[in-house]
């Protein structure tokens, strides 16, 4: 018996006819195998009729995982209270004969096969398999990679609904041709509140022979969502092989004089910005997560992987978030998770507004004072506790950049950090090795809630993708160098730092002050403007940012507070070469030379500069140099 031979004997003629409908036998191969193999009580195929798409958001409903809340079309979801971020100890990348490489997490490819297959081995017994079909990338695109997923949680298959665009056409018309990406996941056994149960049995396995990737008993988003995180470590890999970037990064257009629109990527690690600065109400975003940069007639080219927002929802306040403020209070689909419900509204930490002191949260029925099991107070919202909602539905989204077949040329790369002392607000590199070796592969990151574990570490973070990274670091980065040889016009590259604190630990910067750096890099990537040269880059004078805080913002600008900012601090950024270049010389080992050359290059002019001017150098005397 062939596979669509015996898939029509596992499925209902109807659910049936949709998978035959696609002509492809890889695809039918694979349905039939893990169908049999999960043995769910029934099986359910998603086309890109919207009935199909309301089917499981009622499904979410009826089988518990998602409760309605008073505003129409919201609903939230739990996850169990320790599956609340990303599980990086048990992400492992299948590779054949396990072989090690310095900084990513791997395991023998049969040896993972084999364990994760008998972790799903009837795991879907009495439960509902949603088989639901999307593409990365807008559809029909240089950009488009299609994908299936299968899944016995509604809520991962709603989430995708709401985060990426439809497939199943896509796969139809591509037929034989579709080059796919296949996901498997399992909630597993679920609790009294629907969540995952045996977590000590979580595992997510990438397969990256097979572009395949499964997950189980686990259904924390980073975790579950086939396209997101999961299918980044596969784009990665696929980006490195083609001579393209697959970037976790936001996508968005800054608005320069005269109705100029300049479109900027910013890639920070999880829980560091992306959001937010995509977010900024005058300016436009394209996404907020992921994006794919390819060279198009010598062009960089940028397009968001995704159509929605999987967004953290602590300190979405009013004053500074107005926009997805308002799309959150507003009838919208829109799924919370992990956040505190009382009377059908939602609540999270750092609102802005009074939170009730009891309700539902993501430990089950909560009051002010609870504690877990650890000791630890339990506040009203988890940390990572996000919101799932469409771009369409965001009044500064860039629809036309959003769907652009050819994606929107990119005019500046921004990378940045969680960094109490050593970098700057903003500078631009001296040129594309500058801003890849000293800003982008040098990144280093405090730990966040974003994934399990010890917040607050600072750690290695190259380009902010070291938790997805997939292929040997010095591959990447070189690729990243190569890159650039493909390109007429390279991007601009610059770095920020939203997070530096004074000696108290008090914030430098308030949280909109990033408004008027991206007006700055906006106005360098068309040589508007001036700036300081410094040994790292080159720097804002000071009077072009005092101009932009009054226009932007509407705020005085201090020379005190820009010069305390912008002070080149010495000791701090010979160390973070030090750091570095250790990583790469003992860890990483096969990093191209070029990247010792350039940290050599910055040190020297570091050490010459502290000769001139001692260890912390103001920005008003490198200005009169
Ligand atoms: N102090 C300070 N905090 C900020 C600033 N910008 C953002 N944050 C905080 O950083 C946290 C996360 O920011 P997001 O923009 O949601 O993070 P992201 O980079 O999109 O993260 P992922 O979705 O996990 O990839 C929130 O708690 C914000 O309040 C800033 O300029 N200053
Ligand atoms: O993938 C997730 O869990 C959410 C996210 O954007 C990140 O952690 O970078
Ligand atoms: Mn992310």
Redesign the pocket.
């Known amino acids: 018996m062939n596979a669509l031979e015996r898939l029509e004997k596992l499925l209902d003629k109807e659910q049936f006819e949709k998978i035959k409908a696609i002509d492809n036998p890889e695809l039918h191969k694979f349905l039939v195998e893990w169908i049999e193999w999960l043995e769910p009580s029934k099986v359910f195929v998603c086309t890109d009729n919207e009935e199909d798409e309301f089917y499981v958001r009622w499904k979410a409903l009826y089988y518990g995982e998602e409760k309605i809340l008073e505003t129409p079309n919201h609903t939230v979801h739990y996850d169990n209270y320790y599956d609340q971020a990303r599980d990086k100890a048990n992400t492992k990348l299948l590779v054949p004969g396990g072989k090690k490489i310095p900084f990513l997490n791997t395991k023998d490819r049969d040896e993972g096969l084999k364990e994760i297959r008998e972790l799903m081995k009837g795991v879907m017994r009495g439960k509902e398999l949603f088989v639901c079909f999307f593409v990365l990338g807008p559809k029909n695109s240089v950009f488009t990679i299609p994908a299936v997923q299968l899944t016995d949680s509604a809520y991962v298959a709603h989430s995708e609904f709401i985060l990426y665009r439809k497939g199943y056409e896509e796969f139809k018309r591509l037929g034989r041709s579709a080059r796919f990406f296949k996901f498997v996941h399992s909630a597993g056994e679920l609790d009294e509140r629907k969540t995952s149960k045996n977590l000590d049995k979580r595992r997510i396995y990438i397969d990256l022979v097979d572009e395949t990737v499964y997950s189980v008993n686990t259904q924390y988003g980073?975790n579950t969502i086939g396209l997101k995180?999961l299918a980044f470590r596969l784009t990665i890999q696929r980006a490195v092989r083609e001579g393209w970037l697959s970037e976790?990064m936001f996508l968005m257009g800054v608005n320069g004089p005269n109705g100029r629109k300049t479109y900027f990527t910013g890639a920070y690690p999880?829980m560091c910005g992306?959001t937010s600065t995509a977010m900024i109400s005058w300016e436009n975003i394209v996404g907020d997560?992921?994006t794919f940069i390819v060279p198009m007639n010598g062009i960089a080219r940028g397009a968001n992987v995704e159509k929605g927002v999987f967004g953290i929802i602590q300190g979405v306040n009013p004053e500074d978030d107005p926009i997805i403020w308002q799309v959150l209070h507003s009838p919208v689909e829109i799924i919370f998770s992990n956040v505190l419900v009382k009377d059908g509204k939602p609540y999270w930490n750092e609102m802005g507004v009074p939170i009730p002191g009891e309700g539902e949260n993501h430990s089950g029925e909560w009051w002010r004072g609870k504690k877990d099991a650890e000791g630890n107070e339990i506040p009203p919202s988890h940390k990572n506790a996000r919101f799932t909602v469409s771009l369409e539905h965001f009044p500064n989204v860039d629809l036309e950049a959003l769907e652009a077949p050819c994606g929107v040329e990119v005019g500046g790369m921004i990378f940045g950090g969680r960094d109490k002392d050593t970098w700057p607000p903003v500078r631009e590199a001296f040129d594309w090795k500058h801003g890849v070796i000293t800003m982008g592969a040098a990144l280093e990151s405090e730990t966040t809630a974003?994934t399990l574990g010890k917040e607050g570490v600072r750690a290695f973070n190259p380009m902010a993708i070291l938790d997805f990274m997939s292929v040997p670091l010095g591959e990447y980065i070189e690729n990243y160098l190569e890159f650039e040889k493909k390109l007429r016009k390279a991007p601009k590259i610059f770095a920020v730092n939203y997070f530096l604190r004074d000696e108290d630990g008090n914030w430098l910067n308030h949280k909109l002050d990033k408004a008027v750096w991206l007006k700055w890099m906006e106005l360098r990537v068309h040589g508007d403007v001036d700036a300081i040269d410094t040994p790292i880059g080159y720097i804002p004078k000071y009077g072009d940012l005092a101009r932009l805080f009054r226009e932007v913002l509407n705020k005085d600008y201090s020379r005190e507070d820009y010069e305390k900012q912008f002070t080149i601090r010495v000791p701090e950024l010979l160390a973070k070469i030090e750091r570095i270049e250790k990583i790469y010389r003992e860890q990483v080992k096969e990093a191209p030379e070029e990247l010792f050359q350039v940290l050599e290059e910055e040190r020297k002019r570091l050490l010459e500069a502290r000769e001139k001017y001692g260890d912390y150098i103001s920005p008003f005397q490198l200005e009169k140099a």
Do not use: Q, T, V
């Open positions: 980073g995180k976790h999880s992306k997560d992921l974003a």
